[in-house]
T-cell receptor, first 113, second 114 residues
């Protein structure tokens, strides 16, 4: 019953370092999403992949890139980390069928000094 | 972009009390979802609403999809200590082709009265 698995769970970076956050789902879902969560602001969509082979920008894509490596995996990359990217990052996935909700991983807590 | 206003931002509960929270939007949604997040974990779906006027229960939880399609509320009856956490509403307005993107409210933090 793994569901959505995110690695790592915690990471501290220095400004300017690069980092890739990994996400994998074992539910054969078509769509995958990356969000960031900041205090009092709910979750904001960074990028999403509606299906394997496609990616699109969400609400706050600047400073990030994504790769939908295959149907299972969707990674988020910070090329040059900035303190403003300190946040909790959540990956989610969803089947492509109508009226099905997104399922979330447990998050990656990222601090940039 | 779309905005979801969720209130209250936080509330204190005493065991046995009923609690309510709501979300309002400046635009129409065709799906409303309510999630709960416990510390150190990701959001977990509580209730999904797909039709205007729909009233759905899940145990002690009841949620409604507003008739105007611009609001939703969540009620928790007879609260217990494990109800503590952050509750998020989320709305979807787009079609499947648009990637099923969700807009989230800012969350309601439910705490236990000291």
């Amino acid at each position: 019953n793994a569901g959505v698995t995110q690695t790592p769970k915690f990471q501290v970076l220095k400004t300017g370092q690069s980092m890739t956050l990994q996400c994998a789902q074992d539910m054969n879902h078509n769509s995958m999403y990356w969000y960031r969560q900041d205090p009092g602001m709910g979750l904001r969509l960074i990028y999403y992949s509606a299906s394997e082979g496609t990616t699109d920008k969400g609400e706050v894509p600047n400073g990030y890139n994504v790769s939908r490596l295959n149907k299972r995996e969707f990674s988020l990359r910070l090329e040059s980390a900035a303190p403003s990217q300190t946040s909790v990052y959540f990956c989610a996935s969803r089947t492509g069928r109508a009226n099905q909700p997104q399922h979330f991983g447990d998050g990656t807590r990222l601090s940039i000094l | 972009g779309q905005q979801l206003n969720q209130s209250p931002q936080s509330m204190f509960i005493q065991e046995g009390e009923d609690v309510s929270m709501n979300c309002t939007s400046s635009s129409i949604f065709n799906t409303w979802l309510w999630y709960k997040q416990d510390p150190g974990e990701g959001p977990v779906l509580l209730i999904a609403l797909y039709k205007a006027g729909e009233l759905t229960s899940n145990g002690r939880l009841t949620a409604q999809f507003g008739i105007t399609r611009k609001d939703s509320f969540l009620n928790i009856s007879a609260s217990i200590p494990s109800d503590v956490g952050i509750y998020f509403c989320a709305g979807r307005s787009g079609m499947e082709a648009a990637g099923n993107k969700l807009t989230f409210g800012g969350g309601t933090r439910v705490l236990v009265k000291p």
